[in-house]
């Protein structure tokens, strides 16, 4: 089974620029996460999603990022316009739903420079 | 706000060593879960505890879940330089199959 995939896997950008990341969770996983992890620190939920429809997006900064589900399958994150702290590695998870297992995608690492 | 401590922050030891790390608050949680995370790859889950008091062992891995809910330890026996990563415990803070996670325990096993 094809686990999270996530690209692009590295992205350097200049402060101000904006980027997009994107995941295809697990086939069949109605829920899905995005996490914002900082060099040093533990994972950070930004937003989850179940199915097309937003379940916490309560840590996500709205003036800068957005995030989307389409069809409830794949999702894209933007960040417009990127600052310096957002240098940081972005990762998808997704899960069946309810208590079942969080799998999580390779991440993208982010430097803004 | 700070929800949870992991300690130590960072450890170092020699193959064949056995170790403790900590995942501690002042809040008590309905189950709680650990993660190990390798360089370059997203955390993958090593378990979830849910009684107070509980134990799991996963080979030389063991958990234990505090009593009152608030705490828990993970102990590794004779540690192996495939055990090196980043050890992550994240707590269930409420519906939906959300968790909080701590900064981690950064092992590294020397062979």
């Known amino acids: 089974e094809a686990g999270v995939a996530q690209s692009p896997r590295y992205k350097i950008i200049e402060k101000r620029q904006s980027v997009a990341f994107w995941c295809n969770p697990i086939?069949?996983?109605?829920?899905l996460y995005w996490y914002q992890q900082i060099l040093g620190q533990g994972p950070k939920l930004l937003i989850q999603f179940q199915n097309n429809g937003v379940v916490d997006d309560s840590q996500l900064p709205k003036d800068r990022f957005s995030a989307e589900r389409l069809k409830g399958v794949d999702s894209t994150l933007k960040i417009q316009p990127a600052k310096l702290e957002d240098s940081a590695v972005y990762l998808c998870?997704?899960?069946?739903?309810?208590?079942?297992?969080?799998?999580f995608g390779p991440g993208t690492r982010l430097l803004v420079l | 706000t700070q929800l949870l401590e992991q300690s130590p922050q960072f450890l170092s030891i020699q193959e064949g060593e056995n170790l403790t790390v900590y995942c501690n608050s002042s809040?008590?949680?309905?189950?709680l879960q650990w993660y190990r995370q390798e360089p370059g790859e997203g955390p993958v889950l090593l378990v979830t505890?849910?009684?107070?008091?509980e134990v799991k062992k996963l080979k030389r891995l063991t958990f234990q879940f505090g009593d009152a809910r608030k705490d828990s330890s993970l102990h590794i026996t004779a540690a192996q330089p495939g055990d090196t990563g980043l050890y992550l415990c994240a707590p269930d803070v409420g519906n939906f199959n959300k968790f909080y996670f701590g900064s981690g325990t950064k092992l590294n096993v020397k062979p």
């Open positions: 809040s008590v949680f309905s189950s």
């Open positions: 086939s069949g996983h109605a829920t």
């Open positions: 998870a997704s899960s069946a739903g309810g208590q079942e297992t969080q799998y």
């Open positions: 505890v849910v009684t107070g008091g």
